[in-house]
């Protein structure tokens, strides 16, 4: 009897553990739903407003605000860090930021990036954001040179990867060294096969006929453009 006695305890106490246990799972669950939903409305957001062509204040506001309140739950998610660092870029492009405030908000846009990238090491549209930052700043320097390897390494045929490779690789060229200029040379090659357009585009912007004229493209926009300097 002394035994059943001394079971009975045990049983009630591994019961009250596991409800313990039970709770705290629900209440762990329910957090991280609560940051995810955050997240998605801030996504949403500011898709929508890419989709529409307009980034306005207002929605940047409130997408930075849901997004707040997904980052003070877990401040170290590389999701919610990549969507914070493009947002800064994005109010960075309004017409009403400029000067100091501007360079701050990407200096704040890359630190984002980089503690993305630390959680997340291969992802390489995590080096194309970080590239574009440092692009918009003006810096080409050694982290330059590291995202721009880093991005074409890991996603040769990511589109948005290719694309803000070529963007970048053509607007400081001249500031690159033959190694980087060899990159750029190769996401046009895959760029051209992907995304014609968006390549043509940007080599008629910048005026570089020799990143575009000399592949067989089979686009007669293109080689009428390249006629012209042929």
Not at 79 to 88: A, E, F, I, Q, V
Not at 218 to 224: D, K, L, S, T, V
Request: with cysteine.
């Amino acid at each position: 009897m002394n035994q059943h006695l001394n079971k009975a305890p045990s049983a009630k106490v591994g019961a009250v553990l596991l409800l313990i246990l039970s709770l705290a799972v629900v209440l762990w669950a329910s957090d991280r739903m609560a940051a995810a939903w955050q997240f998605f409305a801030a996504e949403s957001i500011t898709q929508n407003m890419h989709k529409a062509g307009a980034v306005t204040d207002p929605g940047l506001d409130e997408a930075y605000m849901r997004l707040q309140k997904a980052l003070a739950r877990y401040p170290s998610n590389p999701d919610d860090l990549s969507l914070s660092g493009h947002l800064k870029e994005l109010r960075a492009g309004q017409p009403a930021v400029v000067g100091r405030e501007q360079r701050e908000l990407l200096a704040s846009a890359a630190g984002d990036y980089r503690q993305a990238l630390q959680q997340r090491p291969r992802w390489p549209y995590g080096w194309a954001s970080l590239l574009s930052s440092k692009d918009k700043l003006g810096q080409v320097d050694e982290e330059f040179v590291m995202a721009i390897h880093k991005a074409t390494e890991l996603g040769p045929w990511e589109p948005a990867v290719q694309i803000q490779v070529l963007r970048t690789g053509m607007r400081h060229w001249d500031e690159l060294k033959r190694s980087e200029r060899a990159l750029v040379r190769s996401q046009m090659t895959g760029a051209l096969s992907t995304q014609p357009r968006e390549a043509f585009e940007l080599a008629r912007f910048y005026l570089r006929p020799d990143l575009i004229c000399n592949a067989e493209t089979g686009q007669p926009e293109i080689e009428r453009w390249c006629g012209y300097f042929l």
